[in-house]
């Protein structure tokens, strides 16, 4: 959509809320201009909603009297240029603007917000909406994996990860029963991705056959058993393929890649189990509640001394010194769990 398609039949409201303009400057009848004053040189016709209006003294393209539409008016009462004009009434309509990606000879869409653009010459541009505008850089981490909705789509498949948007499409051919996914701006990135949709899942690494590809990876390994993924492997790459190969230069069927991945995969890594739990200390006998009998022998065994028995008036308790069963015979070597008898 144009910024004519979107402006068409909105002038009023625009010029009102942008430009400052009242209702009454907004009215077809002869009236003081609200760019250069008089008295009742300028009106406001907005023929077709396209906001046009006239000033015979200041209107026209010399500004010398003549006619404008509401573009105009708007960019000469805010001195806004033609760009900030349009990305203003964007931002107050809510509309966002088509992503400049002209010249691109490949887009890959990571979400509605955040793309990769492929230029000639293999140059490679992240393009964001911070939600005001499109930015030629990356979103802030975490950011997001390749193939996300895949990922989400299909809770129990393998997922193969590559490092680079053209190679997830060609490891997607070649490997159809997996996921393959990858990560935004490269291999020194790898800490700005969001990788937690991979938690308890089954993961493949395959690096591009190039020493920073192979660290990467090792590095990913680590961060992916240690954020919880159910298993990790590494594939080694051929050994008989230029510096920097990957699966995009691959011209396997799907039989052969299947057969190269499963002979060249490492053997699976898990996560560490969490250490076993120490066994509890042997607990001391516990004296079972006593009987009436029994509670009756010991009442009149502490009442030999003071020191033995006493009565709280506050919680109307009768409170017992324990260091005093240490000499009954019957409670030796037990712990005394009881040493309230409620009244």
């Known amino acids: 959509m144009t910024i004519t398609d979107l402006t068409n039949g909105r002038w009023p409201d625009l010029l009102m809320q942008l430009a400052g303009l009242t209702p009454d400057q907004l009215t077809d009848k002869h009236q003081p201009c609200p760019l250069c004053g008089g008295e009742d040189r300028y009106r406001f016709d907005d023929l077709n909603g396209t906001g046009s209006w006239y000033c015979n003294q200041c209107g026209g393209k010399d500004h010398m009297g003549g006619g404008g539409n509401g573009m105009d008016m708007l960019m000469r009462r805010t001195g806004l240029t033609y760009p900030e004009a349009c990305k203003r009434i964007e931002q107050h309509l809510g509309h966002r603007p088509e992503p400049p990606t002209k010249g691109a000879e490949h887009i890959w869409q990571y979400g509605p917000d955040f793309i990769v653009c492929r230029f000639p010459g293999k140059r490679l541009r992240p393009l964001w909406w911070d939600g005001s505008q499109w ?16 990922l989400q789509q299909r809770p129990n498949a393998p997922v193969l990860i590559v490092e680079g948007e053209k190679t997830a499409d060609a490891a997607a051919k070649l490997f159809p029963s997996a996921v393959a996914i990858t990560w935004p701006s490269g291999c020194k990135a ?3 991705a969001d990788w937690a949709p991979l938690i308890g899942r089954n993961c493949t690494l395959w690096p591009d ?6 660290q990467a990876m090792d590095k990913l390994q680590g961060k992916l058993l240690k954020l919880g993924a159910a ?3 590494i594939i080694t790459p051929p050994a008989d393929v230029p510096e920097g190969w990957d699966l995009a230069d691959a011209d396997w069927s799907i039989a052969q890649a299947a057969a190269y991945l499963k002979a060249n995969r490492s053997a699976p890594t898990a996560p560490p189990k969490p250490p076993a739990l120490a066994p509890p200390a042997e607990a001391k006998p516990i004296l079972d509640k006593p009987s009436k009998l029994e509670t009756l022998e010991l009442l009149t065994y502490l009442r030999t001394t003071t020191d033995n028995i006493r009565f709280n008036t506050f919680t109307r308790q009768i409170e017992i010194n324990q260091k005093s069963l240490a000499n009954k015979t019957s409670y030796k070597n037990q712990e005394f769990r009881y040493p309230y008898l409620h009244l």
Not at 135 to 150: C, S
Not at 209 to 214: M, S, V
């Open 231 to 233: 298993q990790v492997r």
């Open 135 to 150: 930015l030629w850089k990356a979103p802030p981490a975490p950011r997001p994996l390749y193939n996300l909705d895949a």
């Open 209 to 214: 056959a190039d020493a920073p590809g192979i």
């Open 190 to 192: 790898i800490d700005k």
